[in-house]
C-alpha cells in the first residue's frame, strides 16, 4: 500500500483475489444482457473487474492495473475514496433523494462551492445528471438568452452522446448520429503540431485560427449565432492546450458579436490540468462553464451548468424551459461538496501542479528524443497527450485518422503491452494519453510512466 493511500485510509482488506466462478457468471450475464455503448456487440469481450482501490484496479483472476485513463478521465479522487463512500452512507441515511423543486443543503452548498471556484460574475449552478446533458442545457440557455439558433463548434472536440452535444461534436462520432440540421457550424480551432493554418508559431497559428474564426461568424452570419462552445483544453482529441491568446482572442470576438461563450470542462475541470476550472489557467471568464466527471470522480453521475448573473437574470421573470428529475440529487452532490472538501485538505491541485511538472513533463520531453515513433507531447498537470508518429519528419501518424480493424494494429498492439504489463492505458487514434487519478503516488506515477516507456518500444517497430 502506498503513503497516498495510506494517508486517505485505502483498506488494504479490500486486495485482488483470484475468484474464477464469479468471474464467469459476470461474463456470462454481461454478453447475455448488456449492451454496450459505441460497440459491435459480437465483437467485444468486456473484462469483468473484481474491485478497484486508489489508483488500481483488478480483475478476477487478481491481476492488477494502474489507472492511467481514470477510467473515462473521471475518477480524479481515485478507485473507492473511504471519504467520498462515506459522503454517500452519510447523505444516504439522512435523507437519500428529493425532487429539485426543492431546497436542499448539500444541493446548495455544493452550488455555492463551485460558484466560488469560477472565474467572474458566474454566480449560478443548474445540475444536470451527466456532462452531455450539461452542455444540451448550455445551449439552451445560450439560445434563449440571445434569441438566437447556430452554435459553433470546433472539428476536434467532443461534447456528449445526446442529439445537440452529438451534433456539436466535431470527431467521427458524430457521422452516424449527426441530425443534419443547420444549427451547428463546425470550425478549425488551434493545433499546432498539425496546422491547418500553415503556422509556423504558436503565436501565428492563434492569430490565424482567430481569424478564421471570425470569418466563418461574419460568412454564417453574426445576427443568427447564439453561441461558441469550446473544449476550454481539447481533450479526448488530443489535449491540445489552446496557444497563448487564444482564448483571450475568443472572449474578445464573442464580445464583438454578442456571442454567448460556453466553455466545456466536462473532462477538464476540477483538478485535471492543475486547476479548479482549466480555463482559470488562462485569464479568460466565459459565459457559461459546463462541467461533470472530476466533479464528484463519477461515484454518482453528476454535472452541471455554470452560469453568468447576465444569463441567470434574463430568467428571473421568464420560465427557464428545462429542468431533469434527479437536477441536484442529493447524494451525487453530497459526494461533490466531499469532493472539494478532499481537494483542499490534501492540496490536490498543488500536487497534481508538482507531479505534471517535476515527473511527467520531463519523462516525455525525454520520449521524443528515445523513441523515433512519439512525434509530439502536450499537456499540463496529470492531463497529456503523446502523439504517435510512423516518421517524425512527415509526421504521418502511426495509425490513420479513425482507423479500424487491421488499421489499427499497431496502437493495439502498444495498448496489449501496456496491459500485458499492468497498465490500463488511454488510446484515441495515434494517441496515447497520460491522465491517472489524482491522487496517485509519485512512485505508481513513475511505474506507470516506465510500462508506457517500455510498450512504446512496440510502437517504434511500426515506424519507418
Not at 89 to 95: K, V
Not at 107 to 119: N, Q
Not at 137 to 152: N, S, W, Y
Not at 392 to 404: I, M, W
Request: hydrophobic residues 40%.
Amino acid at each position: 500500500m502506498t503513503d497516498v493511500q495510506n494517508h486517505i485510509g485505502i483498506d488494504p482488506a479490500s486486495a485482488p483475489i483470484e475468484a474464477p466462478a464469479a468471474e464467469a457468471q459476470v461474463r456470462a450475464d454481461d454478453r447475455g444482457h448488456v449492451f454496450h455503448s459505441w460497440s459491435a456487440q459480437a465483437m467485444i469481450d468486456p473484462l469483468p473487474i473484481a474491485g478497484g482501490s486508489g489508483a488500481t484496479f483488478w480483475d478476477y483472476t487478481g491481476k492488477e492495473y494502474l489507472d492511467f485513463a481514470s477510467q473515462l478521465v473521471n475518477l480524479n479522487l481515485g478507485h473507492q475514496h473511504p471519504r467520498l463512500v462515506e459522503a454517500i452512507q452519510r447523505q444516504a441515511g439522512r435523507l437519500a433523494t428529493i425532487a429539485p423543486a426543492f431546497a436542499n443543503d448539500v444541493r446548495g452548498e455544493l452550488a455555492r462551492l463551485v460558484a466560488e471556484r469560477a472565474p467572474g460574475t458566474l454566480n449560478k449552478v443548474f445540475f444536470t445528471n451527466g456532462g452531455t446533458e450539461a452542455v444540451e442545457h448550455a445551449v439552451r440557455m445560450a439560445r434563449h438568452h440571445t434569441g438566437r439558433r447556430k452554435v459553433l463548434a470546433a472539428y476536434r472536440s467532443y461534447h456528449g452522446g445526446t442529439t445537440t452535444s452529438m451534433s456539436l461534436t466535431g470527431e467521427p462520432r458524430r457521422w452516424a448520429n449527426d441530425p443534419g440540421d443547420n444549427s451547428v457550424v463546425h470550425f478549425f480551432g488551434p493545433y499546432a503540431y498539425r496546422s491547418v493554418f500553415h503556422a509556423t508559431s504558436p503565436e501565428e497559428e492563434t492569430q490565424r485560427a482567430l481569424e478564421h474564426l471570425e470569418q466563418v461568424i461574419n460568412l454564417e452570419g453574426p445576427p443568427t449565432i447564439a453561441a461558441i462552445i469550446l473544449e476550454s483544453v481539447v481533450g479526448t482529441n488530443g489535449v491540445l492546450v489552446p496557444p497563448p491568446g487564444y482564448l483571450v482572442g475568443v472572449r474578445e470576438i464573442c464580445d464583438r458579436y454578442g456571442l454567448v461563450f460556453i466553455a466545456d470542462e466536462v473532462m477538464v475541470g476540477f483538478g485535471r490540468f492543475g486547476e479548479w476550472f482549466a480555463i482559470n489557467a488562462f485569464d479568460v471568464t466565459p459565459d457559461l462553464i459546463t462541467f461533470a466527471k472530476g466533479i464528484n470522480s463519477g461515484y454518482v453521475p453528476l454535472g452541471g451548468v455554470v452560469i453568468s448573473d447576465a444569463i441567470a437574470t434574463s430568467f428571473d421573470h421568464r420560465p427557464y424551459p428545462g429542468g431533469l428529475t434527479y437536477s441536484g440529487h442529493p447524494l451525487a452532490c453530497a459526494v461533490g461538496v466531499e469532493t472539494i472538501k478532499v481537494f483542499e485538505d490534501d492540496k490536490i491541485l498543488e500536487r497534481v501542479r508538482d507531479l505534471g511538472e517535476r515527473v511527467v513533463r520531463p519523462e516525455l520531453e525525454r520520449w521524443v528524443q528515445a523513441h523515433p515513433s512519439v512525434g509530439e507531447i502536450r499537456g499540463r498537470g496529470l492531463f497529456w497527450a503523446v502523439e504517435l508518429v510512423r516518421n517524425k519528419e512527415t509526421r504521418e501518424p502511426l495509425v490513420p485518422f479513425n482507423a479500424s480493424g487491421e488499421a489499427a494494429a499497431p496502437m493495439n498492439a502498444y495498448a496489449a503491452a501496456c496491459k500485458k504489463a499492468g497498465l490500463w492505458p488511454f488510446t484515441h487514434f495515434n494517441r496515447t494519453h497520460v491522465a491517472p487519478p489524482l491522487i496517485i503516488s509519485e512512485e505508481e506515477l513513475r511505474r506507470g510512466l516506465a510500462i508506457i516507456d517500455e510498450a512504446l518500444n512496440v510502437a517504434d517497430g511500426y515506424t519507418d
